[in-house]
C-alpha cells in the first residue's frame, strides 16, 4: 500500500507494520527517506561512523538518509541531507516538511561529513545536522547524535551554553552574542518559535528546557523502555 502527497513528494511504504519512505532515484524535489547504501557508507566511514560496525553500538542498518527540502536564509530553496535513526526517520521527515512548508528558515543542512565529523566546525558555520558518532564534549558518555536521535538547528543562532563557577561557556565559540536569550535576533528558537512547536508536537524534547545547561538548537527523541 503506498500513500502520497502533492508536493513536495512523499511515498511511504506500510509493510509488515513499519513504516519505511520509498522514492524512486530519479524523483527530485522530494522529501524521502532512504536506507544507507554503500556509497553512502564509504563516505562516512571513519567520520561520522566509526571505521566499523564492530566498533560502534549502531549498525548501519539502523540508520536512514532523509532528503528535504529547505529555505535558506536568503529565502532560497535548497536541498538538505540527513542520516537519523530509521525507527524515528518518518517523524524528522515530517518535522523538516512542516517547516519546508512554512517556509522556516534554515541556512543550510549538510551531513557533519562534509566538516570531517567535526561538530565544532559543523555549528560554527551554522550547519543543522542530526547523526554523528561522538562523545559528550568533556565526557565519555555517547550523545544521543550516536545513534541519529538528536537534530542541532541552525546552532549558530542557537548555542549550547553551561554556566559554572561564574565562567560562562558558549559552544560554538563564535556564538556568545547569542547566548543571551533575553535579546531578540533573527533565527532564535524559543518556545514561541515553529521548531520548537512542530518538535515537541513529533515528541522531541527541547535542549533550552534543559536546567542545568541550554542547549538552544537540540532537539532529541528518547526512545520509550
Known amino acids: 500500500m503506498f500513500l502520497s502527497v502533492k ?36 563516505k562516512i566511514i571513519g567520520i561520522s561512523f566509526p571505521k566499523s560496525e564492530e566498533e560502534a553500538k549502531i549498525s548501519y542498518d539502523d540508520l536512514a538518509y ?6 535558506d536564509f536568503n529565502g532560497q530553496i ?6 537519523c535513526n530509521k525507527k524515528i526517520a518518518p517523524k524528522i521527515a515530517a518535522v523538516f516538511q512542516e517547516l519546508y512548508e512554512n517556509a522556516y528558515p534554515i541556512e543550510k543542512i549538510r551531513l557533519i561529513d562534509e566538516y570531517g565529523g567535526n561538530d565544532s566546525e559543523s555549528m560554527k558555520d551554522n550547519n543543522t545536522s542530526c547523526f554523528n558518532y561522538r562523545k559528550i564534549a568533556g565526557t565519555n558518555k555517547l550523545s544521543n547524535h550516536s545513534f541519529g536521535l538528536a537534530v542541532d538547528i541552525n546552532p549558530l543562532y542557537n548555542p549550547y551554553v553551561k554556566t559554572t563557577r561564574n565562567k560562562t561557556i558558549v559552544s560554538p565559540d563564535n556564538a556568545a552574542v547569542y547566548a543571551d536569550r533575553t535579546k531578540n535576533f533573527d533565527h532564535k528558537i524559543d518556545q514561541n518559535d515553529l521548531a520548537y512547536r512542530v518538535f515537541t508536537k513529533h515528541g522531541f524534547i527541547w535542549g533550552g528546557d534543559w536546567i542545568n545547561v541550554k542547549d538552544y538548537q537540540h532537539f532529541e527523541f528518547i526512545e520509550k523502555k
Open 78 to 83: 535548497r536541498d538538505g541531507h540527513l542520516i
Open 7 to 42: 508536493q513536495p513528494i512523499l511515498f511511504i511504504l506500510i509493510a509488515a507494520g513499519v513504516f519505511f519512505p520509498f522514492v524512486s532515484e530519479a524523483a527530485e524535489n522530494a522529501f524521502f527517506i532512504r536506507p544507507i547504501k554503500e556509497d553512502l557508507k564509504q
Open 66 to 71: 532523509i532528503h528535504v527540502l529547505h529555505y
